[in-house]
């Protein structure tokens, strides 16, 4: 049965087994969303790295199956979080909503799995299409305009990935997807397309845009998949790209300084992804061997702590039914397993014996090794700031400050067991990271610069550590400071996103302004005097030729003026109408027939 | 929720303790330079202000930025 499992690559389980969903009910189909990231689990563990998978498309080979420690990495995390997702979605009873779920984690998965190009943008677009559907499924006005923006920013980026695929196969022959060395055009398209999904600023928006308007499990899967896949693209194809510093830098401070701002609280935690994401683009960006092992960790462990802070999150919502700071407060006594889960999930941002200060702790080391100044001390202000925004800020507001009032009751079991999972791995990989060091790649050299060993970490080399368990402390007491300015308001941030939700008002209006002015002149000149010329003419040549005809007759037979004037008057009445007497008609044809007769 | 001055006084306390136990144990190196600015994040209590004075900041920078950039949230639901 292993043996079976582990010769197909792991995306086909999820993607296959998403299909069968919609036929099972109940319970079973519970059990079979449980079952399948547990089955793709085992069959990633039992991967060997020399397994391949390939097959024939449009006369390329392509590899579906690369299994090296850089893939398997991402691969074990994927699985693990939505083993702990379904769990945690045992309520769900809408099947569209699993069979999204599974088809896009199965998608990322075969993104990350992809040993080419052609392969891996077929899973990029189908992990667009599956998590806009994951969006939709809530099936609210708000979340399909937010799936609308989604789509279009990644049907974008998609574009001008393939743009850069296409141009990179035609120059140089091969679909190998490895890392880029020289700056070429397609080159420059791919990473183009690879930093829309990893939310890079100001390519960001979509992120906090969509995300909160999906469901309690939604939300969850989405803040797992779509900016790490792009993180491990990122890492294979574009390591030491000195660019990639500088836009980290600037993620990891737009995420706080804008998450400050937000009032919703999955919104806040959209912006520290975000700001985390920067941490592991910055790593990419300075590309040492540690720092690349960095990006894997770090991807893995925000995927725990950021899951398990969205779920209680989510749980919030879904128990109280209020999504914003300013309405929810002093919830603590009545949901404490959340609060105790969210805590966790809050601490393993920066506080030690976590995950979060395992693999934060492997970046700064790495940007340290580098003689990076200016990047590392932004990157501190930034773990600074996303501790005190989604560390202290959200569980602060939401479980104590003013008592709200609202009634809810302790999340369910589900949910809790789903938390436990997450909060578990992160306290265990933050006590005993040897283990966890094992599966990262060039895990051998990273044990040689890291201490793996409880005792090594905080015991002997406490002198190490206190420095940022004074940047926690020091966190903690500018955040009591300083908490009669920090603001929860009713009030949205304006994004880049404003430049397609209100710019593209502004754009239909400055081109409809200035290409008005020959619409215009267009429309008087054709519209209103041409056409309306031709128009009366041609209404008109009829009455016009007999009254040529009789107003002379009406003068021979001495009609005075306004006798002549009264004819004319009927004369067109009738015409308008088509309303002569036959006799009339008759009698002008037979006059113009006289009339050409005699000329002639 | 008023905060107590227990709870200020265990804050405080904890933050102090670690500055001097900082000053007791072996000190750390510069890991960016020799000699001059850049050695400043081996200066004793550096942590400590980076997380003090980085919270001050980030919020006064924020607040700042959010006098210009904060609308009421049916921003984007109501014509131009």
């Known amino acids: 049965m292993i043996d079976l499992i582990s010769s197909v690559p792991p ?147 998609g574009l001008v990935l393939l743009a850069g695929i296409m141009l990179h196969i035609h120059n140089t022959g091969s679909i190998a997807f490895t890392s880029f060395t020289t700056q070429s055009t397609a080159a420059v398209l791919i990473l183009l397309g690879f930093l829309v999904n990893a939310a890079a600023y100001p390519l960001s928006s979509w992120l906090p845009d969509a995300y909160p308007e999906a469901s309690a499990m939604g939300a969850v899967v989405l803040s797992a998949y779509t900016s790490k896949t792009a993180v491990y693209a990122l890492m294979r194809g574009f390591p030491g790209w000195d660019i990639l510093i500088i836009i980290g830098c600037a993620m990891a401070i737009y995420g706080v300084i804008y998450g400050l701002l937000e009032n919703d609280i999955r919104r806040i935690l959209a912006y520290s992804i975000v700001n985390q994401v920067g941490f592991m683009v910055c790593a990419v960006g300075v590309g040492s061997k540690l720092a690349l092992a960095a990006v894997a960790a770090h991807a893995f462990c925000h995927i725990l702590y950021k899951g398990l802070l969205f779920m209680s999150a989510g749980a919030v919502i879904q128990q109280t039914g209020k999504s914003k700071l300013s309405q929810l407060g002093g919830l603590a006594k009545s949901m404490p397993w959340t609060f105790i889960f969210m805590a966790i999930g809050a601490l393993t941002i920066a506080g030690p014996l976590s995950s979060g200060f395992i693999s934060k702790t492997m970046i700064l080391k790495s940007v340290e090794k580098a003689h990076l100044f200016w990047p590392w001390l932004i990157l501190e202000i930034g773990a600074v700031g996303v501790f005190l925004n989604a560390g202290l800020r959200l569980p602060y507001f939401t479980f104590f400050g003013k008592d709200s009032n609202v009634k809810a009751k302790e999340a369910p079991k589900h949910m809790l067991i789903g938390m436990a999972i997450l909060a578990f791995l992160c306290i265990a990989i933050g006590i005993v990271p040897a283990y966890f060091y094992q599966i990262l790649p060039h895990s051998e050299y990273v044990q040689s610069k890291m201490y793996s060993s409880f005792s090594d970490l905080y015991v002997h080399h406490f002198y190490a550590v206190l420095p940022k368990l004074q940047l926690v402390l020091f966190t903690i007491l500018g955040f009591f400071l300083c908490l009669p300015i920090i603001k929860r308001n009713d009030t949205i941030t304006l994004d880049t996103d404003w430049f397609y939700r209100k710019g593209a008002d502004l754009f239909y209006n400055i081109v409809k302004g200035s290409t008005s002015i020959v619409n215009d002149l267009t429309h008087s000149v054709v519209i209103d005097k041409i056409t309306k010329n031709v128009v009366a003419f041609t209404t008109n040549a009829p009455a016009n030729a007999m009254l040529a005809v009789m107003v002379p007759i009406w003068k021979i037979m001495r009609y005075n003026d306004n006798e002549i004037k009264e004819q004319i008057t009927n004369l067109r009445a009738n015409v308008e109408s088509n309303s002569f007497p036959v006799g009339l008609a008759s009698l002008i044809i037979i006059f113009v027939l006289l009339t050409f007769t005699f000329n002639q | 929720m008023k905060l107590s001055k227990s709870f200020w006084g265990i804050l405080w306390g904890i933050c102090g303790l670690t500055l001097v136990l900082e000053l007791i144990l072996p000190h750390r190196h510069s890991h960016f330079a020799v000699e001059g600015f850049k050695t400043i994040d081996a200066a004793p209590g550096f942590f400590a202000a980076i997380g003090l004075f980085g919270v001050i900041f980030i919020v006064i920078i924020s607040n700042k930025i959010g006098q210009v950039l904060q609308k009421k949230e049916d921003y984007y639901d109501r014509p131009n």
């Open chain 1, 11 to 157: 995306s086909f389980i999820l993607i296959l087994g998403a299909l069968l969903v919609p036929f099972v009910k109940g319970t079973l189909r519970n059990v079979l969303v449980i079952a399948l990231p547990a089955i793709a689990f085992l069959n990633i563990l039992n991967i060997g790295c020399c397994t391949s998978y390939s097959l024939q498309f449009l006369g390329f080979e392509l590899e579906l199956l690369r299994a090296d420690m850089w893939a398997k990495v991402f691969g074990y995390v994927f699985t693990i979080a939505a083993f702990a997702t379904a769990i945690y979605g045992y309520h769900d009873k809408k099947a569209s909503e699993f069979v999204a779920a599974l088809m896009y984690i199965g998608s990322a998965l075969g993104v990350v799995f992809a040993g080419d190009l052609v392969s891996l943008y077929i899973f990029w677009e189908l992990m667009a299409v599956t998590s806009v559907a994951l969006i939709l499924s809530k099936r609210t006005l708000a979340s399909r305009r937010a799936g609308t923006r989604y789509i279009i920013v990644h049907v974008f980026g």
